[in-house]
């Protein structure tokens, strides 16, 4: 485990069709961005491709960042089965290459990430980004799948002393 000082985590927001991911560095509580991105995957290929897409995606992420932990947002209930199946499948690829890199990995309800960031657990994705730039200003413009995997980070960096002890 490494000291509570100084600590890069990932925060993942996972999908099929993209993936956002984010890393920030927590010393005590000053959070610092340093950088967050897209997992594109293209629709027109088979599933395996798809989730290999993302398994590769993600080792490049965890290689050059080096991250000591990583966070995932918990997928909600939805209405389409075969969705929920496949988002599933590839929140079970996300939540594995970080194991197999050795990092503990953090699960958090998006309600948990929402009220974490922005006060509330039933705040717009608007206000989401909105915070996130407030919170970490180095970030500039972001899509909403990056700002959702920092807010995990964030969420992480928040909750990670709870789930230690």
Not at 18 to 41: D, H, N, P, V
Not at 99 to 115: D, H, I, T
Not at 140 to 161: K, M
């Amino acid at each position: 485990m490494v000291a509570n000082h100084n600590i890069i985590m990932l925060g993942i927001d996972p999908g099929l069709q993209k993936t956002g991911w984010g890393i920030i560095k927590s010393e005590g509580s000053s959070l610092q961005f340093i950088a967050s991105g897209l997992i594109k995957t293209n629709a027109k290929v088979p599933m395996a491709e798809r989730l290999s897409t993302l398994h590769h995606g993600l080792i490049a992420v965890i290689d050059e960042f080096k991250p000591h932990e990583a966070a995932i947002e918990e997928t909600f209930v939805n209405k389409n089965p075969a969705s929920a199946l496949k988002l599933g499948q590839a929140r079970g690829v996300l939540l594995c290459v970080p194991a197999l890199r050795g990092l503990s990995v953090g699960e958090y309800s998006a309600n948990k990430v929402k009220k974490s960031v922005v006060g509330t657990g039933h705040a717009a994705k608007n206000q989401m980004g909105m915070m996130i730039r407030i919170l970490l200003p180095a970030c500039g413009e972001i899509s909403e799948d990056e700002a959702d995997a920092l807010a995990v980070a964030i969420t992480h960096a928040h909750y990670r002393s709870v789930i230690k002890t």
